[in-house]
């Protein structure tokens, strides 16, 4: 009955033009999941990621190196410092919050990793966020930009809406992001640490942090949190920041944004006017 419900998943996946997907499961089932072209990513205690190509990760790990190897070309390394810094973001859109906590890891490490999310957001799109980094950065002499795939903070590894003890749902994720994050992708780039900036608004970040506090130190890798930036008596935040725009307010968040994030949001609602 599994064997032709996956069958029939399958196909509908194809049908879709869907080549590449995962699926979740508890860990005694691996065998049987991999029985039927499922291979195993990582595994907590509670869950088992899979997906249906074998390499994939393979896939991933390879690009990020090489993408790092080509940066690296044209970039140069902080001789003070030896550490391999990393940041992860969603940049939606990209803030002076952003470029602060970028430029305060950027200090401390040789070299710093800046990820950015690759979901699709509704505001912005993964290629008009990952531009506006690139631009937003491009004075910091030793930073290297990649997009995040499938395997950080996305869908595939944040399972939540199916896992039926919500209390404990969101701890059981970030626990498996975090493995994928210090036991392959961490130490194929050689990273030390780990930055994120404080969080005083929004819950769900605030714990992830405290999980990454919390387990990263399993690794090998270092925990840092930056104190968030503000502007005047205001936290500088993205969302702050969506909700002026969309009230046709920008002006009056326009502190929070470097120069080139500003120019954009303008274009893009002069354009939407028309």
């Known amino acids: ?36 072209g499922m291979y195993p990513v990582t595994q ?24 790092t190897q080509e940066q690296q070309k044209c970039k140069v390394e902080n001789r003070h410092e030896n550490g391999i810094g ?8 990209f803030t002076r919050g952003h470029e602060y906590l970028i430029r305060e890891a950027a200090k401390k490490n040789k070299w710093l990793h800046i ?7 509704s505001f912005l799109t993964t290629r008009e966020r990952y531009q506006l980094v690139r ?23 944040f399972p939540t809406y199916f896992i039926k003890e919500k209390a404990k749902a969101y701890e059981m994720n970030c626990q498996l992001d975090i493995q994928l994050f210090g036991e392959r992708i961490a130490p194929e780039l050689k990273i030390t640490d ?35 930036k503000t502007y005047g008596d205001q936290i500088i935040s993205a969302s702050e920041v969506r909700k002026k725009y969309a009230e046709n ?21 002069n354009e939407n006017r028309k």
């Not at 790990?61 to 090489?66: A, G, S, T, Y």
């Not at 990393?86 to 859109?93: F, K, L, Q, R, Y």
């Open 135 to 157: 631009e937003g950065i491009q004075e910091i002499p030793n930073v290297i930009l990649h997009q995040t795939s499938e395997y950080m903070i996305s869908p595939a590894v």
């Open 44 to 67: 907590t205690e509670k869950i088992l990621l899979l997906e249906n190509d074998k390499n994939g990760l393979e896939k991933f790990l390879k690009r990020l190196k090489k993408e």
């Open 249 to 269: 307010q920008l002006k009056s968040v326009c502190g929070m944004l470097p120069e080139s994030t500003r120019r954009y949001l303008e274009r893009k609602k």
């Open 115 to 121: 990820f950015i999310l690759s979901e699709e957001q």
């Open 194 to 228: 780990r930055y994120v900036g404080s969080e005083p608004v929004c819950d769900v970040t605030h714990t992830y942090n405290q999980c990454l506090r919390e387990q990263l130190p399993c690794y090998q890798i270092r925990f840092h949190e930056i104190p968030r």
């Open 86 to 93: 990393a940041v992860v973001m969603n940049c939606n859109p």
């Open 1 to 36: 009955m599994l064997a032709h419900l996956m069958t029939s998943l399958i196909e509908y996946f194809y049908g879709m033009g869907i080549s590449h997907f995962f699926g979740f499961t508890k860990p005694q089932n691996k065998e049987l999941f991999c029985s039927m």
